[in-house]
């Protein structure tokens, strides 16, 4: 048994792992929140077991993603995700797109392959993987950007 | 009024800590925690006389007998329903109203009939009418709210249509707290021929309940939400209904002959309980009713209504608290849904549980009501026999921590 000082310490720094800056500055003042006039393509995605929702927009041109929007409804982690990602991601080829996806949601899966801190900013969300429920809100907004990746792909 | 200190010892659960902190348990409209003479039931019963039920001549078979039947004998007492033949024993409420939509809704309702519900419906008290009317081409409509979350009966006498079969409402809403008129209801229901059916899911373990007083044709509710094991639902029905009812399911128990042609079905009860049913958990379930019996539900009625009111006022003293439900602690039961400012109910939720306090965060199961009030889901806290104001006072602490994180603009209470 700890110490309930020592708890009470442990206590606090997970919630401050989980809330990181970065991530209430994100979920505070979200960046490409709205959605585009005329995307290569779009898609909503769901995370039913909360009611997380987050729908992605696109504007690729010449293999680059151009321009990049979300819109949607959910906590924090959901939301600020989502924002974190588009600004990742905005001017990136589809397949270093693809790459970053991959290697977020395999940072949130506690793989020992990737360097979290190779993620840049991103490395922030890594926090949410003590908490295991949430971590499906953290990756709703990549595995969406990913479904629009491949619509924009089957389309041209 | 209750002993809480003694009642707290009698739950070994709340001796546990959640992230070092003394867990506060306030997800109790979910599922209650269990006193130790339920558990020491269970063991009893599969320690010493552990047996199959009503067929058995030996002893163990004749002691699991009684005691099942004298858990029925338990449960007709606590609704002061007129004949143990009227309780029938399903795994949980859910099965309880869909029985009644399968047998009763099936051999009555007809194309063009209507089902009535409320805006506070839970999805177990949803769905199988929804499921029933899409087959038989039944309508359902829905009685609405006012802006108290309480039901719009203004003009009660024109509730029902011409077509008007069923109707259907929580005894308390699992979302708002809202304790609905049953009894108001019930009267106008039984002058006009229509069925009624009360989803007591959040009623039975916190009011004192008499289904002849209210004057339902059902009364559906679960153990695990009233001290008792998970897995035991209960299902009361007017006598006369459930005779002329065709069982639920088929198997064991629930025929009197049987030949390869066909078989005729037992009597009451026995003909809604097909197969082995959950004979440790009734018998448990007896045990916990026996336990809110000698606490007296008037006591545990007013425990509630004082630290709904309690939390209430501690509530409102917060800023950026959202309250949603009637006012007034006497219109409703021991559950206090609230939103903090603009923050999602799961980071709410979140918070709290580092600070040993557990919520519940969402939709509740009632989505269409979610989507009325215009929220995502509202952060719930809901009370039983063994909590405290002290306990209400943690939840504020967490809460404001909530609120630092997220860090809601500073305005002064009104």
């Known amino acids: 048994m700890t110490s309930s000082r020592e708890e009470y310490a442990r206590q606090e720094s997970d919630l401050d792992e989980l809330y990181r800056d970065i991530i209430l500055d994100h979920y505070r003042n979200p960046r490409h929140r709205g959605s585009l006039t005329d995307p290569s393509a779009s898609h909503e995605g769901l995370n039913p077991l909360c009611g997380d929702e987050v729908t992605v927009d696109i504007a690729l041109r010449d293999g680059r993603i151009e321009d990049i929007a979300y819109r949607g409804s959910g906590c924090s982690i959901s939301q600020s995700s989502a924002s974190m990602m588009t600004e990742a991601v905005e001017g990136k080829s589809a397949d270093e797109t693809r790459e970053l996806i991959h290697g977020f949601t395999e940072m949130m899966r506690g793989s020992d392959d990737i360097d979290p801190e190779a993620l840049g900013d991103l490395e922030a969300m890594a926090g949410v993987r003590k908490f295991p429920v949430r971590v499906k809100c953290a990756t709703l907004a990549w595995h969406t950007l990913e479904e629009a990746l491949d619509e924009a792909a089957k389309a041209s | 009024m209750l002993d809480v200190a003694r009642i707290r010892k009698d739950f070994p659960i709340l001796e546990r800590k959640v992230h070092g902190k003394p867990l506060v348990y306030f997800d109790n409209a979910a599922t209650s925690q269990k006193p130790r003479q339920v558990i020491d039931a269970l063991v009893r019963y599969y320690e010493e006389y552990n047996a199959n039920i009503h067929r058995a001549v030996h002893t163990l078979g004749e002691e699991a007998t009684a005691a099942y039947e004298a858990a029925r004998e338990k449960v007709a007492r606590f609704i002061n329903a007129p004949s143990t033949e009227t309780i029938i024993f399903t795994r949980n409420t859910t099965e309880a109203i869909n029985l009644v939509s399968y047998s009763w809704g099936n051999a009555n309702i007809r194309e063009g009939d209507e089902i009535l519900l409320t805006e506070m419906e839970h999805h177990s008290d949803l769905i199988p009418w929804q499921r029933l009317a899409a087959e038989k081409g039944a309508t359902i409509r829905y009685i609405g709210l006012t802006e108290d979350q309480t039901l719009a009966l203004d003009g009660i006498e024109n509730l ?13 809403s699992n979302s708002l707290g809202t304790i609905n008129p049953v009894e108001k209801i019930a009267r106008e229901a039984r002058q006009r021929g229509v069925m009624f059916l009360v989803d007591g899911a959040q009623g039975a373990p916190h009011l004192p309940v008499d289904v002849q007083a209210i004057g339902c044709d059902f009364y559906a509710f679960s ?40 078989a005729t079905w037992n009597d009451l009860p026995w003909k809604f309980e097909a197969g082995t049913p959950n004979i440790a958990d009734v018998i448990a379930f007896g045990a916990a009713i026996d336990y809110l019996t000698d606490l007296g539900m008037d006591n545990v009625r007013a425990h509630e209504i004082e630290i709904t009111a309690y939390a209430l006022d501690r509530l409102r003293q917060l800023n950026d608290i959202t309250l949603y439900g009637p006012p007034d602690p006497a219109d409703r039961g021991g559950v206090v849904s609230f939103n903090l400012g603009e923050v999602h109910p799961h980071d709410v939720g979140q918070v709290l549980d580092q600070y040993g306090v557990a919520v519940r965060a969402g939709h509740h199961c009632t989505q269409p009501l979610m989507r009325s009030l215009g929220v995502s889901g509202t952060a719930r806290a809901s ?14 602490e967490a809460l404001k921590a909530a609120r630092d994180i997220f860090r809601l603009p500073e305005h002064s209470a009104p």
């Open chain 2, 383 to 396: 009370f039983y026999v063994y909590n405290t104001p002290a306990e209400v006072d943690v939840m504020i």
């Open chain 2, 160 to 172: 029902f249509e011409a077509n008007t079969k069923m109707v259907a409402m929580p005894h308390v």
């Open chain 2, 223 to 262: 153990s695990h939400k009233m001290l008792g094991p998970t897995g035991v639902g209960v299902l009361y029905g007017r006598r006369d209904l459930l005779e002329e009812m065709d069982p639920f399911l088929g198997g064991g128990e629930m025929r009197r002959k049987v030949t390869f042609e066909g």
